[in-house]
């Protein structure tokens, strides 16, 4: 596939309208989406997105904060706000080395990370974790996370939890 002329300008004119690489592609025929874009790149073309994709920014702001609103709504915020009372034992940091039965064994960071621990708060009896780690760890089987369960479903769950630990 050579790139004409005459499919150089189609390109230039789409890309200015806003057409993303997929469209332009199908409309000019013969060329991929890849292609489009390496051509793109190589005209510098590039920067004509942007102009683009700033809209898109606030229209995706937007949208996103409607999600934000509904997962505050979400069952794991209300598990949080359950669970955490103002005499919950903090985060105790701990290395990989000063792990035992008695710690809460949730990673948190990335191993990769010079500040990566463990929790380190007191965990549960028969458990690896602390009471709010023990909540992520274990799922209900058939429950998806953001699933609009009812009210008074979750201090139940929370409460099985509990008395299972």
């Not at 874009?37 to 920067?47: C, D, E, P, Y």
């Not at 948190?108 to 909540?135: M, V």
Request: charged residues 35%; glycine residues 6%.
């Amino acid at each position: 596939m050579s790139w004409t002329e005459e499919k150089v300008s189609k390109l230039k004119e789409l890309w200015g309208k806003g057409n993303t690489a997929s469209q332009i592609a199908e409309i000019i025929g013969g060329i991929s989406r890849n292609a489009v874009i390496g051509k793109a790149h190589r005209l510098n073309l590039s920067a004509k997105i942007k102009t683009r994709s700033v809209s898109t920014v606030q229209n995706n702001a937007q949208s996103n904060e409607k999600r934000n609103n509904i997962k505050k709504r979400g069952r794991r915020n209300k598990f949080r706000s359950l669970i955490i009372e103002n005499d919950f034992e903090p985060e105790n940091p701990k290395q990989l080395e000063e792990l035992d039965e008695t710690v809460c064994k949730w990673p948190i960071g990335h191993p990769n990370e010079a500040s990566f621990y463990f929790c380190g708060r007191k965990s549960l009896k028969d458990f690896s974790y602390c009471k709010l780690h023990l909540l992520y760890a274990f799922q209900p089987k058939g429950k998806k996370d953001e699933s609009g369960e009812k009210e008074e479903d979750i201090p139940q769950f929370i409460e099985k939890k509990i008395k299972s630990a």
